[in-house]
């Protein structure tokens, strides 16, 4: 049993009102509130945003309001949680560090592992982003640019600058500003003459209150080129790359064309399920090998090598 423990104690005795500087300017309320109120859990602070408890410019917000510089947050009294010094086991935080690819000023972009959530919740108490941060503690801005899966492993990119992060954010979210390469193994034979799915994709929840994607009429418009790389006995290793950011998209489109990814346990088969069993893989066969884009002006180019894992199950296929 561990010996850590939490108190709970008042962070402050009274209400404080922060201004938001330039370096704030363009941050949601939820991400500057975490750092303007250390160890306070953010089930508190939504529910004060929600109360009305905390304000902006005297005004109601939501958890996802920009703020803007000048502009003044009111913050009442909430009751901290005292952790221990290290939220993320050592082991993650040693890992993480030995898979960052490139660094500055604007950036950190990672080999994201496979079986590490981008964020704590949903009973997590920690994730990537909060292991980061206390691998950067003196870093005022570490935020995600965007997200994996948590058995996805590749390409993933923090912003360090509020001005990156506005940047790279609305460059994901203009078709063809951000070129993706994934690699993923499919089972089948992939066939020569499909090069590109577009179909519609639509999110449900099941009756258990598992979330999946289907491909729905009323579903957002999604596309995935996909090209065959290596065949094998059994399996294809494509290339795939997404043209729109839908959640699931790539692993849903090509259960749609009928070669599910390998260890995908929510859109797999019987017979995908099988294989992934023969050839001994523990994981889902997904990797964002590639990513470029254009930021300030700056081309930025990142590729992040297979895990040795998925390298092994290649030498069996």
Known sequence: ?????STV?????????????????????????????PGVPKTRLYRAIRKGEIRVDRGRARQGTRLQAGQTVRI????VVNRPDSVAPLG???RLQERILFEDDDLLVLNKPPGLAVHGGSGL???????????????????????????????????????????????FRNRGEV???????????WPRTV?????????????????????NRAGKPSQTNFTARERYSGCTLIEAKPLTGRTHQIRVHAAYAGHPLLGDDKYGNDESNALTLALE????????????????????????PLDGELQRVLSKA
Request: glycine letters at 4%; charged letters at 30%.
């Open 1 to 5: 049993m561990s010996t850590r423990a």
């Open 9 to 37: 104690s008042q962070s402050r005795s009274a209400v404080r009102h922060v201004k938001v500087d330039e370096r704030s300017a363009g941050q949601r309320l939820d991400n500057f509130l975490s750092r303007e109120c």
């Open 76 to 79: 009442p009294p909430l009751a």
């Open 92 to 94: 993650w935080q040693q």
């Open 125 to 171: 108490s920690f994730g990537l982003i909060e292991t980061m941060r206390e691998l950067r503690p003196n870093c005022r801005v570490l935020e995600l640019a965007h997200r994996l899966d948590r058995e996805t492993s590749g390409v993933l990119v923090l912003a360090k600058r509020v001005d990156a992060l506005r940047e790279l954010h609305e460059l």
């Open 179 to 189: 070129s993706k390469t994934y690699l993923a193994l499919v089972h089948g034979q």
């Open 195 to 215: 090069s590109s799915i577009t179909a519609p994709l639509k999110r449900f929840e099941r009756k258990s209150g598992e979330r999946i994607v289907l491909v």
């Open 281 to 304: 893989l523990k994981r889902l066969f997904l990797h964002a090998a590639k990513m470029s884009f254009t930021l300030h002006k700056r081309v930025m180019e990142f590729e992040a």
